[in-house]
Nanobody, 122 residues
Framework: QVQLVESGGRSVQAGGSLRLSCVRS????????MGWFRQAPGKEREFVAA????????YYADSARPRFTISRDSTKNTVYLQMNSLKPEDTAVYYC???????????????WGQGTQVTVSS
């Protein structure tokens, strides 16, 4: 089992920045690929970014480049999503997820956090 707890979401004005955090615990060695997804109202959940915990390789959706940056802090067992120049269309619930990494970076996630709400106002 892997537990994921997100934080950092809040309301912000367009052009602002936020950093989301996701603390992982449990059998994290079995899930070395960490991803961020988001789901806007009335839309399907979409991939945002991912990072391989061991090697640090990163992957981004086109919509995330270049404003978003994913990173991790091994000492804190935490993955971050730095979001800059936020737009109203970034409004969504943001989820942290963990994958074995055996599939494509956008797929194979079987552990999810509860989500954190990001609201960007114009």
């Amino acid at each position: 089992q892997v537990q994921l707890v997100e934080s950092g979401g809040r309301s912000v004005q367009a052009g602002g920045s936020l950093r989301l955090s996701c603390v992982r615990s449990g059998r994290t060695f079995s899930r070395p690929l960490m991803g961020w997804f988001r789901q806007a109202p009335g839309k399907e959940r979409e991939f945002v970014a991912a990072i391989h915990w061991t090697g640090g390789s990163t992957y981004y959706a086109d919509s995330a480049r270049p404003r978003f940056t994913i990173s991790r802090d091994s000492t804190k067992n935490t993955v971050y999503l730095q979001m800059n120049s936020l737009k109203p269309e970034d409004t969504a619930v943001y989820y942290c997820a963990a994958s074995s990494g055996l599939d494509q970076p956008r797929l194979g996630y079987d552990y999810w956090g509860q989500g954190t709400q990001v609201t960007v106002s114009s």
